[in-house]
């Protein structure tokens, strides 16, 4: 009975014991005694041989450039034809390169590569239009009041211009 309780539960574990390959790398035996693949390897093997690019991807050997909103460039990623290269490191998909890329910016939460790398404009929800608006409302109104407290030919191109905004784009 002293020996069940000294026993180790390792061989339970793939993790522990790193003679194991993976799971879904075991072969297992079918019941006729034959050996096969496991079905996860084998439907990951063949999504491999037939999954095509994506094509909202550019061309390998294209560089992509994460920029601030100044439009200084802040780092920099390769297309390649196996992954995505950043700094120095291949990565199988363009969010693990971004989220390298995030990670040395000090940006700790998770990244979708293409927004991260500019390839695609983020969505946004519909769910606070109005709030939307109204902010929105606000800059332009605080940038118009600004512009028109200005003197000379600033203050009559904005003057012009909030006219012009007005008969066009009647609200009411």
């Known amino acids: 009975m002293s020996q069940k309780k000294n026993r180790t539960k390792s061989h339970s574990k793939n993790a522990k014991n790193p003679t194991l390959p993976p799971s879904s790398a075991r072969k297992r035996s079918s019941k006729n005694g034959s050996a096969k693949a496991s079905s996860g390897s084998a439907q990951k093997a063949s999504a491999d041989a037939t999954e095509e690019r994506d ?14 909103r100044k439009g200084t460039p802040r780092c920099e990623c390769v297309v390649e ?15 693990a390169a971004a989220k390298a890329a995030a990670k040395d910016l000090g940006i700790t939460e998770n990244q979708n590569g293409f927004i991260f790398w500019g390839l695609v404009q983020p969505t946004r929800g519909d769910a606070d239009l109005l709030g939307r608006l109204e902010k929105l409302w606000t800059r332009y109104e605080a940038t118009a009041r600004s512009l028109l407290a200005a003197s000379g030919e600033l203050r ?16 009411t």
């Open 55 to 68: 094509s909202r991807l550019p061309p390998p050997g294209t560089t992509l450039v994460k920029r601030d």
């Open 81 to 95: 034809e196996t992954g995505f290269r950043y700094n120095h490191v291949l990565f199988k998909s363009l969010s």
């Open 156 to 171: 009559d191109s904005a003057a012009e211009s909030i006219a012009r905004h007005r008969a066009t784009a009647p609200l």
